[in-house]
T-cell receptor
Framework: QKEVEQNSGPLSVPEGAIASLNCTYS??????FFWYRQYSGKSPELIMS????GDKEDGRFTAQLNKASQYVSLLIRDSQPSDSATYLC?????????FGKGTHLIIQP | NAGVTQTPKFQVLKTGQSMTLQCAQD?????MYWYRQDPGMGLRLIYY???????DKGEVPNGYNVSRLNKREFSLRLESAAPSQTSVYFC?????????????FGPGTRLTVL
């Protein structure tokens, strides 16, 4: 099993709806989890970090972590066309971070 | 406050040529990283530096060397470029290697090896 798994998509969501992005991981020792957004041709940009079980909200974004089930998710409320991007899930390991391959999100106007 | 900067932004090399990619950060971070990103492969760690004076191999170090010049600067060198090294290269930095480790990325270098 790969360390971090994400559905590559594309995930198509109507404007104004909730976009739900999921990520599963294999290393039970991972302590810190991150969501990065990457626009085409640009570098990854950190949008959320979460360290403990439960939900963490920041504006339209909510990160959810369930360490027992080994998954982390990102919800985007009131999706906008500008949210169209690839979303990378990442978690800590001994030499820094390991990244999933990303989910391509398309918000349809 | 520029964050993480990288030079050059674009580069075309011929097979066998050498070059150095430069990276600098002004956030007083201790740890720095070099990644490559290829379609369908995600971000893969090439080398990292936990702190000034130390460097270690990541997942895909073959064909590369690094230098942590000082706390701010971390360079990546291709001694003899190969077409398989055509990729987008990102430098990143974080306050520390362990713990919360929020990494911040530079704008990237798009390298083509012919």
């Amino acid at each position: 099993q790969k360390e971090v798994e994400q559905n590559s998509g594309p995930l198509s969501v109507p404007e104004g709806a909730i976009a739900s992005l999921n990520c599963t991981y294999s290393d039970r020792g991972s302590q810190s989890f991150f969501w990065y957004r990457q626009y085409s041709g640009k570098s990854p940009e950190l949008i959320m970090s979460i360290y403990s079980n439960g939900d963490k909200e920041d504006g339209r974004f909510t990160a959810q972590l369930n360490k027992a089930s080994q998954y982390v998710s990102l919800l985007i409320r009131d999706s906008q066309p500008s949210d169209s991007a690839t979303y990378l899930c990442a978690l800590t390991r001994a030499d820094g971070l390991t990244f999933g391959k990303g989910t391509h999100l398309i918000i349809q106007p | 406050n520029a964050g993480v900067t990288q030079t050059p932004k674009f580069q075309v090399l011929k097979t066998g040529q050498s070059m150095t990619l430069q990276c600098a950060q002004d956030m007083n971070h201790n740890s720095m990283y070099w990644y490559r990103q290829d379609p369908g492969m995600g971000l893969r760690l090439i080398y990292y530096s936990a702190s000034e004076g130390t460097t270690d191999k990541g997942e895909v170090p073959n064909g590369y060397n690094v230098s942590r010049l000082n706390k701010r600067e971390f360079s990546l060198r291709l001694e003899s470029a190969a077409p398989s090294q055509t990729s987008v290269y990102f430098c990143a930095s974080s306050d520390s290697l362990a713990g919360y480790n929020e990494q911040f990325f530079g704008p990237g270098t798009r390298l083509t090896v012919l």
